[in-house]
């Protein structure tokens, strides 16, 4: 379980298809404290880490996780927003994040609000039930609430703390993102059917 507050942004040093995919990722930090079998969110998917150096881990991803995720199309070079799971104890700042991505949204535009920058999404017409106003979301790993919703589309506010230390600042029109609905909604949708 994550909190949706990225600790920090690694990039990916390498990519090997042989069966399952192998990704391995370069960190500012010490990855040999990371334990093997441990989990770690890796722009919102929880992965397992299969290897580890000193400056980098490597994580196993199959045929399904690439298929409806961002991660099938990462190259060399791509940031990574990373966060390491939650501890019993930890501030839960963000909202409750699984790493379970639902789909990959669209960024649709953007548009400068004070020193914020307003990101309008599209995402998948079957998801969007799962999206509110004022509801959580988690874009890439990062923990946003929702502003608006109309039709396929929805819309968030990144505060310039948040452009500068995550890799949503560097998105452009048409990327994709990984989007994972508020875990709560889902289950009250389940619910009510």
Same mark, same amino acid.
């Given at each position: 379980m994550f909190t949706g507050i990225v600790t920090s942004v690694g990039s990916v040093?390498?990519?090997?298809?042989?069966?399952? $995919?192998?990704i391995t990722i370069a960190v500012p930090f010490d990855a040999s404290a990371l334990s093997l079998g441990a989990s770690i969110a890796c722009a919102g998917c929880c992965l397992t880490v299969t290897a580890r150096s000193h400056d980098d881990f490597a994580v196993t991803v199959?045929? +399904?996780? =690439?298929?409806? $995720?961002? =991660?099938?199309?990462w190259k060399?070079?791509?940031?990574?927003?990373? +966060?390491?799971?939650?501890?019993?104890?930890?501030?839960?700042? *963000?909202?409750?994040? $699984?790493?379970?991505?639902d789909a990959v949204a669209k960024l649709a535009r953007t548009?400068?609000? *004070? +020193? @914020? =920058?307003?990101?309008?999404? @599209?995402?998948? /017409?079957?998801?969007m039930r799962f999206i509110a106003p004022k509801g959580s979301v988690a874009l890439d790993g990062v923990s946003l /609430?929702?502003? +608006?919703?109309?039709?396929? @589309?929805?819309?968030?506010?990144?505060?310039?703390? $948040? =452009?500068?230390?995550?890799t949503l600042g560097r998105l452009k029109q048409g990327d994709g993102v990984n989007l994972e609905v508020d875990l709560m909604a889902r289950y009250v949708a389940r619910l009510v059917r």
């Open positions: 040093r390498s990519v090997q298809k042989r069966g399952d $995919t192998h199959s045929a +399904e996780t =690439l298929a409806h $995720t961002t =991660l099938g199309v060399i070079g791509d940031p990574v927003n990373l +966060e390491r799971p939650l501890k019993i104890g930890d501030e839960l700042g *963000g909202h409750i994040v $699984t790493g379970h991505v548009a400068p609000e *004070g +020193e @914020s =920058l307003r990101m309008v999404f @599209s995402a998948p /017409t079957d998801i /609430t929702v502003n +608006e919703v109309e039709g396929a @589309s929805f819309g968030v506010n990144i505060i310039p703390h $948040t =452009l500068k230390v995550t």
